[in-house]
């Protein structure tokens, strides 16, 4: 994505939902219509300054001038939509090097775009289109044409069946079938129509001035050479300036169609993060065709095919940041519950290298991606599908010492292929640093909620053998257990009902939390005094003794963290940050202490604060 | 006499804005209609999907048996209950019926999916991939068509409410969106670690 992105104007935000953006890309388009209008009109108006030039002025010239300028116009615009209208939407797939899709593929690729566009038909209520790809050519795009909705194209270049996933080829696609379902083709064949008639009026000019000079020649003395000279002139003028303001209506009129069909888009799939990224991935990889007839089907394309020619007003298209801002932004909406799900990936991993307890902002999701790249792919492919985080979560267990993950190995259940699984993806892990291990763990917890009640207990087992295994439980182990076996449990049991909203009864709970981050954090009594004070500080706490390190060990934490557990999310967010202060208080966060707070956040069920800046 | 004129010309304005509102309304009104009926079809496609599902899982899941004629007497269900709606449509038992028997088939196949996802040779297979992606696409036509449904629902019943188009509503009844049933709480899925 590149560079930082602009915040949000508030206005611009009730533009949110996206049956509000296509109204408004709508509306806009009727105004459009009406500065067409105007185009004419003013033409109709030279027209009427020439005429009255040759003939005087009066309404009787006026009326010609308008019904002249009309007639012309329509004769013109008639003439161009017959010209234009012969090439339907396979002849344009046929210039560009299509070939036709069969329904019945069983070519993997085509299976999935030739199911994808079904699934957008249906959700448009549009017949499924005829299907093209576009073999030979490598760039990501994707066009829509044809007049109307039952005989319309959809195509796709090679390059967007291989670089795309399917939410992003599903947006594409949806995009696409907007233009179809808005008949976008058809309006902007109209207006090109209308743009050839205005340039019409140019060429009654030309022969006007053609007679003009022929009259001249017969016979210098007489007025109407003259006259006609300034009325062709006049007509030439007329109709370069109404072409020149018609393609500026007609490109404007195509941006907006863009605008409709990215919302349209967002409506048919409720998930503007597929469109977002198919639009990412060609500002990357970019979407030039290598066909030299593209730049003829420019207009049609999913984006703009030959790039830097046309800026500004003589652009058909939007630029490719602000279209992937608006979805980001639709994406923020209230209207689009699968964006939230969705985000979450991103999002946990922002946090679990530790962020600050606000809203995730775009520098927050950039680091996001970018701890989300380093993992290896298998990792994060596993973490994803219920299996395959199960198995991670294990993995994480997994002593580096070969006797003790041997131990280990044993105790997880044969048959399942879980512990050839774990194994190897252990065997990756010793790749990622430990603090985004935790991380990868906050990436497999989506997929545990797929999981029945009895594999979540199964798994709770299995954790706790691990981590037990090797006869002692680290930092880290603690902390894997505490985050996984919360979300486990999520649902499972009513959230305790006492609610303890005075900090001062849970006193001795937060104390014994402090000191263990404390102790964590600092290997010297008078260090980790030092680090105590800080945290009670945040509580309000006083002076506090440190207490001696057996009173303070992880298995005196549970029973803190299920006290604290009741109380309001007010008095736990205190807590937790009294802790992250603790673990601040010598200016660097040890990789123990950091997980412990994740650990705490993550069993309380609050937000976790931030421990390192730019981390 | 210019008077009458002017007023001739209203009322013929009026008249055919009046037909037009009332177009439109029928429009929306048989847009919504024929979105419901791509539910069904969709719906269909997902019965014949399974038969096909369970017979390739077969040769690798010897020993789910129970999993897989689990799977298989859903789909039963949920043709049955799919043929007793057509036949009575909008009849509000039989769609209820239908709905729950259809949200026990999503749930069933969600169960073997996952009872699946042990299995890496199953996993493996071409065939499978191949029934998979047509499956998750099956899931997702039925979504879509949910929702192209209830956004045709929500067109109709905004041009029907809204003036001046609740004007002319009096025999055009509200449409209510289909409501997703929550399948009740799934069987656990046997995995040993």
Known sequence: MGGAIPPVPAEARTTLDFFAAQESAKRRTRLLVVVFGLAVAIDAALVYVALASVAGGSPGTLALACLGTVGVVGLGAGYHALRLASGGGEAVAAMLGGTPVDRASQDPGLRRFVNVVEEMAVASGLPVPALYVLEREPGINAFAA???????????????????????????????????????????????????????????????????????????????????????????????????LGKVVRFAVARQREWLADAAAVQFTRN??????????????????????????GHLLFATGATGIFQGLFSTHPPIEERIRRLARSGEG?????????????????????????????????????????????????????????????????DEAPEVRGRQLLGLAEGTGMRREAEQLASLLSAVSRPSRLALLDLALPALD???????????????????????????????????????????????????????????????????VARAGRSDEAGAQAALAAGALAVGGGAWRLLPADRCALGHLDAALLRLDESTPEVKMKVVQACAATALSDGKVADDEAELVRAFAAALGVGVPRLLVGG | MFGL???LGLAVAVALFAVSLRNGLVTRRNAYKNAYAQIDVQLKRRHDLVPNLVETAKAYMAHERGTLEAVVAARNGAATAGRAAAASPGEPGAMSAMASAEGALSGMLSRFMAVAEAYPDLKANTNMLALQEELSSTE???AFARQAFNDAVMTYNNARETFPGSLLAGPFSAATPFTVEVPAEREPVAVKF
């Open chain 2, 5 to 7: 004129v002017v007023v």
């Open chain 2, 140 to 142: 997702n036509r039925i």
């Open chain 1, 450 to 516: 797929g999981l029945s009640p009895e594999q979540a207990r199964a798994l709770g087992g299995a954790l706790q053998a691990l981590a037990q295994s090797d006869g002692t439980t680290t930092p880290f182990e603690w902390a894997v257990q505490r985050i996984a076996l919360r979300r486990l449990g999520r649902g499972a049991g009513v959230p305790p009902r006492a609610r303890v909203a005075a900090l001062e009864q849970l006193y001795p709970e937060a104390l014994t939390l402090l000191c263990a």
């Open chain 1, 272 to 297: 503007p993060d597929g469109l977002a990224g198919a639009l990412r991935k060609i500002a990357s990889e970019g979407s030039a065709l290598l066909s030299p007839r593209a730049p003829e089907a």
């Open chain 1, 146 to 244: 044809g007049f109307s909705r039952d005989r319309s194209v959809v195509a796709v270049t090679r390059g967007a069946l291989d670089h795309l996933g399917r939410d992003e080829l599903q947006g594409v696609v949806a995009h696409e079938l907007s233009h179809v379902a808005h008949a976008d083709t058809r309006i902007d064949l109209q207006l090109m129509a209308a743009v050839g008639g205005l340039t019409a009026i140019s060429l009654v000019g030309r022969v006007l001035l053609n007679s003009a000079s022929r009259s001249s020649s017969r016979d210098r003395r007489n007025d109407p050479g003259a006259a006609l000279l300034v009325a062709g002139l006049a007509f030439i003028v007329a109709g370069a300036l109404g072409s020149l």
């Open chain 1, 334 to 398: 209230p209207a689009v519950a699968a964006s939230a799900t969705q985000a979450r990936p991103l999002e946990s991993a922002a946090l679990a290298s530790p962020t600050p307890h606000r809203q995730p902002g775009p520098e927050d999701l950039e680091r996001a991606s970018a701890v989300l790249q380093s993992f290896p792919p298998t990792l994060v492919d596993a973490a994803r599908a219920p299996f395959g985080a199960c198995a991670l979560c294990c993995a994480l267990l997994l």
